[in-house]
């Protein structure tokens, strides 16, 4: 959990050493200001201009790029890849052990789906509920959850996400649906989020969280809050007496964190057209924390792509297991590796082993320490 | 430098080149010294030079490297278990008895047959036995010291590490402890981390003066302690000519 | 200035402290002697406020304190130091100091505020004042002991406090490092910062410091100046030791 | 009247359940400092063995009463040999480092339940349950179902054994001088590491005997049915204490009790949420009692 590292790894990025972005010696002071982005900004191009890429990459993706198929498989992934971002201002930012964050995203995507289907409101004030509830909910549940710390923290916010996933699965009035989740209603959407040739507008919303995610938390933990979060996360008597309110910043990187998981949540209901109750369950919150350390938590680049690699290989390895390399194994096995979990879960447990500080971490040790 | 009797039997501990980092801090920066095999060794320093580090590196408790052997075999790389019952026992800073058992349990937990039964419980600590069924976390500091002491001495012990036994106690309780030392001292060859010096004039035989995570100086008790100067330069607690008794 | 009055401080059925007054005022240093275990760490802790006396006063300027936490005195002017070192280690010294100087500032965690630039100038002022020029970069777990000891110095400075309490500056630190804490910890006494001071290097102490106090089971055995001090048969007597 | 005696019976035979479950997890946090994930893994080996022994190992011409009983004691074995394994292979590697053991115990719990999906399908299997514990007996007027007498039973024995086990064994007294200071029980020469091998094993002897009779409770085995008893452990665990075994079976009792009488005297699924509410109130009224001592 404790990371070195502070800093975004785009920061940490060495400047490309090519004559377009070498600039002009009078100009290297605001250059250097906007150089370390230019990875990033590239890769969310990239990203943008997929849905105009009509090939086909075999193996990689079951369909065309920009088919339908695949626009919703990437979108969802991009949606996962915020969503682990948002918890990991809570985890690898700030240090606190949280295993409730699902309640969080939860309560964004059932508050939309049930303002919009139950109590019929237009879908800026469906988001505006969505958003303001969730603030208020990790408010109390932090303020109650952070008087224990430690491995009683983790427990104490276990139990506040169960009790919502039982609130939803026991379907009170009707308004959740219980197992079988809920749909959005066709008419309070706009047609541009409707429907399977509109996948690409799907997409780019879903894009659009991932960024806006990306930068919050980057500014964020350039902050003098980010800076107290680390302060905490590294030792936190010391931060306490140095003058740091450490309850108060705790709280605050739980809020932030829930505020942009349920801002998750909101999309992820938008994307998938409805909630369904598996994103209430602790099975998400664990599969959260396993993005997270999977990716590198406190490390923005890590825990993006720990969230969208994570979904991809989730949603990717049942197809793989129908091909010709597992028919050749036993039945039992092949029943075994067919559950996308059972590989994650290992490769998990590898990961905490060989490569604690997760992809990014191996890929920042390629380049050289990232600072604050 | 070193005065040691050459007509003993070689060291029953000797320590080469050793290295503890923790954290950041690199405590303990190459310290070798040898402890005799009979009598104790009193390991000087001021605060925070590494003596009680000195001890937990020797029994595995803190990360080490160098060489470390007891009677004559490396045991730096054997497990705390394995060394402490190889014979080496080790009495820690502030006792650290078990609290929430009583004093009977502190002893069982070391000898199950014999315990609080023992005849070195008996012959040393006639008052533990009376209170055999107090919560230890109740004891006062000198008798907590005890439980800690009788605890290491029902094993059978080649060498005792005690980390500075009369720490906080009343001056009756330092003489009390002072006689323990002595007596035990008489069978079993102690390493002992000390400040109150009046007790290591009387009790040591040799000392080793830890500064800054090196030795400074290796020699006889008695010797530095009857120069002020000397004393003064190195443990900084001298401050007058000749210190009171 | 800080004042502890008729101090006392109970565990358990241990009375670890009793009955100790003292006081430092602006420009002073106190050095705090006595044998391990007399109560010198538990007196700075309640006097910075990270444990609360069972009985007596803290006075803080002209306010009482008593029942005000470390935070609070933390922001009312008073900074201290730790017997062990506890940087954050995973930072370099400048992100340290950077740290130490948002946490005294006005907001110390206004979220989405740049909180870098600003500081940089004070950060290299506070690194030199302490005689690590040009170390901002390096990682705090990569510092030598002594650096370590000057950079938590430097923290400590961070918030210009008034009152400087400090536990054992010099411990385990080489010789070379002790003169040079000598001489840091002087010049903030000079500026006119109360000091006080818990220290087991006696030449420093008596040295450095305007008045001793000396602690003795709990209790204050002497106050004085380094001489008096010196001086006293019961300081002599309890600091070497118990009659044996 | 009777309504109250039947609440009370079922409440307390829940509440049995849930120390069962419990007593393990708490046992291995207080000594190693572990939050065990995998103690639902470790339930559901139990309850996948049990079912196995009585439909397929066992003939079915046997009575149930006595598969049951043979049941029972592969549960245990498995359960003990499970958390043994795991122990040895995954956690003792990452000795002290308490974030990442979790985490293993994370991916475990995950990887398990997948695996157990994969092998017997998502589906509840229905387990043969003994007809007399299906039945109920009339006492004072009220119709009490007579496994939760089964629970309570077995979870007494239990707990009196492992009080026994703590205050009576050289093992025990190493595991309570442990959860003080195990730092300390190593210096004096104790080897603590095989102690915390016997710890995990007896907490998951413990997981296996729950996660069978969770199992005779619902009448069905699935996959997801240890994970979902072990939120109720955990809550259980952080309001008796942290580590303590009286206040696990205290806790246990209260949270067993409160679930039934609310969701009776409230609406059903009022006794979960009360669950968590009692959490919450206990953590605001008295959040320093989280770290309690073996007793």
Not at chain 1, 101 to 123: K, R
Not at chain 1, 236 to 245: I, K, N, Q, T, Y
Not at chain 2, 110 to 120: F, K, L, S, T, Y
Not at chain 4, 196 to 202: E, R
Request: aromatic fraction near 6%; glycine fraction near 12%; hydrophobic fraction near 50%.
């Amino acid at each position: 959990m404790r990371s070195p590292t502070l800093s975004t790894s785009e920061a940490t990025e060495p400047p490309r050493p090519s004559a377009a972005v070498t600039p002009p010696v009078g100009q290297r002071g605001p250059a250097k200001a906007w150089l370390p982005v230019l990875p990033a900004v590239l890769v969310v191009a990239i990203l943008a201009y997929l849905p105009y890429v009509p090939v086909e990459v075999p193996g990689l993706l079951p369909w065309r790029v920009n088919g339908p198929g695949s626009m919703q498989l990437v979108a969802t992934c991009l949606v996962m890849a915020g969503i682990a971002l948002s918890y990991d201002v809570i985890f690898g930012r700030t240090g606190l052990l949280s295993f409730g964050h699902a309640l969080f995203v939860a309560a964004g995507s059932y508050l939309l789906t049930i303002s919009l289907a139950s109590w019929s409101l237009p879908l800026w004030a469906a988001i505006v509920v969505a958003l303001a509830f969730t603030t208020v909910l990790a408010l109390l549940v932090g303020a109650i959850a952070l008087r224990v710390g430690g491995i009683a923290f983790a427990m104490v916010t276990l139990a506040f996400a169960q009790a919502a996933s039982i609130i939803v699965l026991r379907n009170p009035g009707d308004v959740t649906g219980g197992e079988e989740g809920t749909s959005l209603p066709r008419a309070a959407i706009p047609d541009l989020l409707v429907g399977v040739a509109n996948a690409p507008y799907r997409y780019w919303l879903a894009l659009a969280f991932a960024v806006v995610a990306a930068v919050t938390v980057t500014m964020l933990v350039r902050s003098r809050a980010g800076h107290a979060m680390a302060a905490v996360r590294e030792n936190e008597a010391r931060a306490a007496v140095l003058g740091f309110p450490v309850y108060r910043v705790k709280l605050l990187a739980i809020v932030v964190g829930a505020f942009l998981g349920g801002l998750g949540g909101v999309v992820h209901a938008l994307v998938l057209g409805g909630s369904s109750p598996h994103i209430t369950t602790t099975e998400f919150t664990l599969s959260l924390l396993v993005m997270v350390v999977l990716g590198g938590a406190g490390r923005t680049w890590g825990a993006l792509l720990g969230g969208f690699l994570y979904h991809y290989a989730d949603a990717r390895l049942v197809e793989v297991s129908g091909s010709s390399l597992f028919q050749a194994l036993p039945e039992v096995a092949g029943q075994v590796l067919a559950q996308p979990l059972f590989i994650l879960g290992v490769f998990f447990m590898v990961v905490v082993y060989f490569a604690p500080t997760g992809l990014a971490g191996l890929g920042a040790r390629l380049f050289r320490k990232g600072r604050l | 430098m070193n005065e040691t009797d050459t007509g003993t039997p070689g060291p029953i501990l000797t320590v080469e080149d050793l290295h503890v980092r923790y954290g950041g801090s690199h405590i303990l920066q190459g310290v070798s010294f040898d402890v005799a095999p009979k009598g104790v060794t009193a390991l000087l320093g001021r605060n925070g030079v590494g003596k009680t580090t000195t001890l937990k590196a020797i029994l595995g408790l803190a990360p080490r490297t160098g060489r470390i052997l007891a009677a004559g075999t490396e045991i730096q790389k054997h497990s705390t278990t394995r060394i402490v019952r190889d014979g080496i026992g080790y009495v820690p800073e502030d006792r650290e008895v078990f609290g929430g058992l009583t004093v009977e349990e502190n002893l069982r937990l070391v000898d199950r047959e014999r315990g609080i039964e023992a005849p070195v419980v008996d012959r040393l600590f006639p008052d533990l036995v009376a209170r055999r069924n107090q919560r230890a976390g109740t004891l006062s500091g000198g008798q907590q010291q005890m439980v800690a002491l009788a605890r290491v001495l029902l094993r059978p012990t080649t060498l005792l590490l005690i980390d500075e036994p009369t720490k906080g106690l009343a001056p009756k309780l330092v003489t009390e402890v002072a006689d323990v030392l002595a007596e035990v001292a008489r069978s079993t060859p102690i390493l002992l981390v000390e400040q109150n010096l009046p007790l290591v004039r009387r009790i040591a035989d040799d000392v080793v003066v830890l500064d800054a995570g090196r030795v400074v100086h290796r020699g006889r008790a008695a010797t530095l302690v009857a120069d002020a100067d000397r004393t003064r330069e190195l443990l900084g607690v001298s401050m007058r000519k000749e210190g009171a008794a | 200035m800080i004042e502890a009055q008729a101090v006392g401080w109970r565990v358990g059925g241990a009375q670890i402290l009793d009955d100790v007054s003292v006081s430092v005022g602006p420009g002073e240093l106190l050095g705090i002697i006595g044998p391990n275990g007399a109560g010198k760490s538990s007196l700075v802790d309640i006097l910075s406020g990270v444990r609360r006396a069972t009985t007596g006063r803290i006075a803080l300027g002209d306010k009482d304190v008593t029942n005000k936490s470390a935070t609070r005195r933390a922001r009312m002017g008073l900074a201290r130091s730790f017997q062990t070192s506890a940087l954050f280690d995973g930072l370099t010294a400048g992100e340290n100091v950077r740290l130490a100087i948002q946490a005294a500032g006005e907001r110390p965690f206004t979220p989405f505020r740049r909180a870098e630039g600003d500081d940089a100038e004070r950060i290299d002022g506070l690194l030199a004042r302490v005689r690590m020029p040009g170390r901002a970069d390096t990682l705090a777990s990569d510092l030598s002991h002594g650096d370590r000891r000057k950079l938590e110095l430097a923290m400590a400075l961070a918030s210009d406090p008034s009152v400087l309490l400090l536990d054992e500056p010099m411990a385990g630190v080489s010789a070379e490092d002790v003169d040079g804490l000598t001489e840091i910890i002087g010049e903030v006494r000079d500026v006119g910062v109360a000091v006080a001071m818990v220290e087991h290097h006696m030449h420093v102490v008596l040295g450095l410091a305007d008045r001793v106090a000396v602690l003795h089971h709990g209790q204050l055995l002497a106050t004085g100046s380094p001489d008096e001090v010196t001086a006293d048969d019961r300081v002599q007597q309890a600091y070497l030791g118990e009659a044996l | 009247m009777t309504d109250l005696l039947l609440l009370v019976v079922t409440g307390v035979g829940l509440g049995a359940l849930y120390f069962l479950a419990a007593s393990g997890l708490s046992l291995i946090y207080g000594l190693m400092g572990v939050l065990n994930f995998a103690h639902g893994a470790f339930m559901m080996a139990g309850s996948y063995a049990g079912w196995w022994t009585m439909t397929s190992l066992l003939p079915a011409s046997m009575p149930v009463a006595a598969r049951l009983g043979i049941a029972v004691v592969v549960a245990i074995v498995v359960g003990a040999v499970v958390g043994l394994l795991v122990e040895v292979v995954l956690i003792r590697p990452l000795y002290r480092r308490h974030i990442q053991q979790v985490l293993v115990t994370v991916g475990l719990a995950l990887a398990s339940v997948a695996a157990a999906q994969g092998i017997w399908g998502a589906d509840p299997k229905p387990l043969p349950k003994p007809e007399w514990m299906s039945q109920t007996t009339q006492l004072l007027g009220a119709r009490l179902p007579n496994d939760r007498f089964v629970f309570i039973l077995v979870a007494l024995a239990l707990y009196l054994g492992l009080l026994a086990l703590l205050h009576l064994t050289q093992l025990g007294l190493v595991i309570r001088a442990g959860v003080e200071n195990r730092t300390m029980v190593e210096a004096l020469g104790i080897n603590v590491r095989r102690t915390f091998t016997i710890v995990f094993s007896i907490g998951g002897a413990a997981a296996g005997l729950a996660g069978l009779l969770y199992s005779q409770y619902s009448g069905t085995v699935s996959p997801a049915q240890g994970g979902s008893l072990l939120i109720y452990a955990f809550i259980v665990v952080v309001i008796g204490g942290m580590g303590s075994l009286t206040g696990t079976a205290v806790a246990a009792v209260t949270v067993g009790l409160v679930q039934q009488l609310a969701n009776y005297y409230a609406a059903s699924g009022v006794g979960d949420l009360s669950v968590v509410l009692l959490l919450a109130l206990v953590l605001l009224l008295r959040p320093s009692a989280m770290k309690g001592a073996m007793a």
